[in-house]
């Protein structure tokens, strides 16, 4: 007799091995020979060699197909003990091909809505850097981390960083509680909000706690070389000059960068630069470098997200032309044309 021991740490028993132990007695009924003992995340199997062998692979399909589409059930489980495994390997890939960029939990379909949405998917393929600019809602941040979770799926990267500068948006919160990560958390938690959509829990936990997945404010990018990882800045308007260009080269060897922000929503002192708006004018026409400017046709939060941020520019728009009347330049007056003579 041979034994085989499989662990699933990084997964919840009860999504792999269904309500119940389903899914886990479909497989019993597949292999009836073999001994299969579930004990919390390790499968211990017991029994000929080659029923483990074939055992083994049709299970790796099981996680491979629970990575790609975050659910399993009842009729997933037939296929694939059913039909041939490197056909249905074939069919997981086919479909991980689509237009869904990842299938996230609960049968969730991560997918571009939007014509700009798609071309920030379409220029990431294209280009190692890409900008992506826009108002709220209009999904940046989602669409690039589903990138990022894509890449990663697909083992395109090794690991995946996450960072935003840790700026208050017009707020004074002064003292915070905790250790470090507990005062650094609030400010990174659109990221962790859009990860817990696109990946289960438990692999989120074990991707967090061995470093595939890091997520981090802006300042501690500085002096590291990011090769083989997906790395996305957010909320890049509130970057300093300086702190931008420090990420922008921390950039290694097979790596992705994606740039989101939102140059309406600056929150930085009137003092300083925006490190987004000086990139725009400096970045564009330089090879493997692209921007995507998303608008108010972009926005996928409740429609009365567009509307406000609408009417907040058509406000604005009063407020310059107002201020361009009160002040008019030197071409604005008609009688700087006349002839003095």
């Known amino acids: 007799m041979n034994e085989r021991i499989i662990s699933i740490e990084s997964y919840s028993p009860l999504e792999i091995y269904g309500p119940n132990d389903r899914y886990l ?12 003992i579930a004990r919390g995340d390790v499968l211990k199997l017991v029994g000929e060699k080659n029923d483990i062998e074939v055992f083994d692979h049709l299970f790796g399909l ?31 890939r086919l479909k991980e091909n689509s237009d869904v960029l990842v299938y996230g939990n609960h049968g969730l379909q991560v997918r571009a809505r939007t014509v700009n949405q798609r071309m920030l998917v379409e220029s990431s393929m294209k280009n190692d850097m890409v900008f992506a600019i826009g ?17 990663l799926k697909n083992k395109e990267v090794k690991r995946i960083i996450l960072t935003r500068p840790a700026v208050e948006a017009g707020e004074n919160l002064g003292f915070l509680p905790g250790d470090l990560k507990d005062k ?10 859009a990860l817990r959509d696109m990946l289960p829990a438990q692999k989120l936990l074990t991707y967090l706690e061995d470093g595939t997945i ?10 590291r070389t990011l090769d083989h990882a997906f790395a996305i800045l957010d909320e890049a308007q509130n970057a300093t000059l300086s702190q931008l260009k420090m990420f922008l080269t921390r950039m290694g060897r097979s790596a992705k960068f994606i740039i989101t922000g939102d140059i309406t929503q600056i929150d930085l002192p ?3 630069t925006s490190g987004l708006v000086h990139a725009i004018r400096i970045l564009q026409g330089i090879q493997g470098i692209d921007f995507i400017f998303l608008d108010d046709r972009d926005i996928v939060r409740h429609r009365l997200v ?17 201020k361009k009347s009160d002040n008019p330049s030197p071409s604005d007056n008609p009688n700087d044309n006349e002839n003095p003579s």
């Open 184 to 193: 650094l958390d609030p400010y990174l938690q659109p990221l962790y909000d």
């Open 270 to 272: 009137p003092s300083q």
């Open 25 to 36: 007695n479909l497989l019993r009924n597949r292999f009836p020979r073999l001994k299969i």
């Open 214 to 223: 890091e997520v981090a404010p802006l300042a501690f990018m500085r002096g």
């Open 62 to 92: 099981i996680l491979v197909h629970f990575d790609q589409f975050g659910r399993l059930t009842e009729n997933d489980i037939y296929e694939i003990i059913g039909s041939d495994s490197d056909q249905m390997y074939d069919q997981v």
């Open 135 to 151: 108002p709220a809602g209009t999904g940046k941040t989602y669409t690039a981390v589903a990138l990022a979770v894509r890449a």
């Open 306 to 322: 567009k509307e406000i941020i609408e009417a907040y520019g058509r406000d604005a728009e009063v407020f310059r032309n107002k």
